[in-house]
């Protein structure tokens, strides 16, 4: 398979295992009843601001293979300096960001590569890298993930997403008619179409849903390309727009187009009195008719040529096409550009993404209760998109927004409140959605620089941490017992930690394991227990800060 390299790629390969853990530090919870409140909400919404990068990898312990549905708006590579979203290559933080990943870390000396050696493009890339990897760890295996990008590095982004997410995944490429009426910038081409590009976590036959299709026209039972085939019909099974009577067997139609009917047909009161039999170039076969006609879909004749024509009552939900506009409910970025400033009562944000395009995409593969994560969140589209979803439907979907600029609070967590409590006022008031989300930010690192546990963040985030380590699940803290995490299918698991002293497994020590399970995995600083005896009981003793898993 084809691969793109680029300048510090080398360098960015395996950054994201360099990445410290941070622990989340929650600040408030908001509910669209009560408001902001100290407590946690424990609605699973969450918003965190910070470095997406770190953000990710402190998800990573409770949502590594569970987030059904990624959706990013990644900053475009165009150079503008005075866009909102900032995304020139300059920006002080993505210069940060490259200074601490592409030096030399023995003896603080420069790397090979420096930044003045980096192109605007590689740059990019640099950044998107390893935000990609974490995504794909995150990914639920029947989930995808979507990425908005234009003409700048659409090429580049597809060649990295084949390399990490496989290029037997690619799903394809959505065309989005972002715009109406797009700004003059070329003297060549004006840019209407935005690209979704979209990756599954593994291969596999799951459908994606687009829009119900509907019809108010008839459609033929028939097709010239057709062969010819016989179907039965039940009585009053046809809806028959022709005078009560008898129709005779023959050949009805044209001579190019023959329709054979093979028996009598008696009509009364507008359907089949009598089972009847047709022969033409049928596009269903027997079990076919009958499994719509169980489906209620109306089989008509309405002329004396007797063609059949059929309309359904109720149409299966689509495979979307890979256009999207309006046809499919899906607005532009001019209408959620009023749309923001309707939030707000002022312009806060310059191209938002609509929140219609956000749930047209989460619809493609998310049930009512899905996780739907944006690492780019911006203005909150996501949160408000997947807000209106549950609203629609009563579903309990959770959203993951980060975002690490400074309007993370000002903007992109109060429009989510605004479209909670609801917003406007008169005729262009808009009712609520309802919902809660919790706000954090990111702490401390986990391990300090000599990879020993960082004592400052405090124990509660070190015990969760463990435990989601071992067992990928939510930590609630147990009321007794000394150093116990918990028990999970039998496994027993404790953590034998002191801040001030080393501890260490022995006789004693087993003197505080209390909860009786299949298989004990203990955490504690020196071990002094024989091998054997840990065998017969199905210890397994874990070094502390050695045996614990990085993430």
């Keep these: 398979m084809p691969t793109l390299n680029w300048i510090g790629k080398e360098k960015v390969i395996s950054h994201h295992q360099d990445v410290p853990y941070r622990v989340l530090e929650h600040k408030y919870g908001f509910t669209a009843v009560n408001g902001e409140q100290n407590e946690p909400t424990n609605s699973g919404n969450k918003i965190i601001h910070g470095d997406n990068l770190e953000a990710l990898k402190s998800l990573l312990p409770e949502y590594e293979g569970k987030v059904k549905c990624i959706y990013i708006d990644p900053p475009y590579n165009t150079g503008n300096k005075d866009w909102v979203y900032n995304d020139n290559v300059d920006h002080p933080k993505m ?17 090979t590569v420096a930044i003045d050696d980096l192109t605007r493009h590689d740059k990019w890339l640099c950044m998107m890298y390893p935000r990609l990897k974490l995504l794909q760890k995150l990914l639920d295996e029947n989930g995808a993930i979507f990425i908005s990008i234009d003409d700048n590095e659409q090429a580049n ?20 008619y972002k715009s109406g009426t797009p700004p003059n910038l070329s003297h060549k081409i004006k840019r209407n179409i935005e690209y979704v590009i979209c990756y599954s976590k593994t291969p596999n036959s799951n459908k994606f849903t687009g829009v119900q299709k509907t019809s108010k026209s ?57 089972e009847v039999r047709f022969r033409n170039r049928f596009i269903w076969v027997q079990d076919k008719l009958n499994e719509e006609l169980e489906n209620e879909t109306l089989v008509k004749i309405n002329s004396k040529s007797l063609v059949i024509s059929y309309k359904k009552q109720n149409y299966a939900k689509e495979v979307p096409p890979n256009f999207i506009d309006s046809s499919v409910g899906v607005d532009t970025t001019e209408n959620a550009g009023r749309m923001l400033n309707d939030i707000f009562g002022k312009k806060v944000f310059d191209f938002p993404k609509p929140p219609s395009l956000i749930e047209y995409i989460a619809n493609f593969l998310c049930e009512k209760d899905d996780i739907i994560l944006d690492s780019f969140a911006g203005s909150g589209t996501t949160a408000h998109a997947v807000l209106n979803l ?54 401390l ?48 698991y404790y953590f034998i930690y002191e801040k001030d002293r080393l501890t260490t497994l022995d006789y004693d020590a087993l003197e505080l394991i209390k909860t009786k399970g299949e298989q004990y995995i203990i955490y504690a600083d020196n071990c002094l227990l024989p091998k054997e005896f840990m065998a017969k009981k199905n210890i397994i003793f874990k070094k502390i800060p050695r045996d614990i898993t990085r993430f």
Excluded: H
């Design 157 to 176: 982004l597809k060649m990295i997403c084949d390399e990490i997410f496989g290029i037997r995944n690619f799903v394809g490429t959505y065309f989005w």
């Design 95 to 111: 210069q940060k960001w490259l200074q601490n990943t592409l030096k030399a870390k023995a003896e603080n000396k420069d790397a």
């Design 218 to 274: 008839d459609d033929p039972i028939t097709k010239p390309q057709n062969s010819y085939k016989e179907l039965t019909f039940k009585p009053k099974s046809l809806t028959i727009g022709l005078k009560d009577g008898t129709i005779k067997a023959g050949t009805y139609g044209t001579a190019k187009f023959p329709n054979e009917l093979l028996n009598d047909l008696i009509i009364k009161d507008g359907t089949n009195q009598n």
């Design 445 to 492: 690192p986990l391990f300090d620089e000599n990879q020993n546990l960082n004592e400052e963040v405090g124990l509660p985030k070190i015990r969760e941490y463990i435990w989601f380590s071992e067992t990928r699940t939510s930590f609630a803290e147990p009321n007794a017992e000394n150093y116990f995490l918990g028990k999970i299918e039998e496994s027993v």
């Design 390 to 443: 549950n609203k629609q439907d009563g579903g309990n979907r959770k959203f993951i927004l980060v975002e690490m600029e400074d309007y993370a609070n000002d903007i992109t967590a109060e429009r989510v409140k605004r479209v909670a409590k609801g917003y406007g006022e008169g005729k262009k008031a808009v009712e609520g959605t309802g919902g809660a989300f919790d706000y954090y930010e990111l702490g």
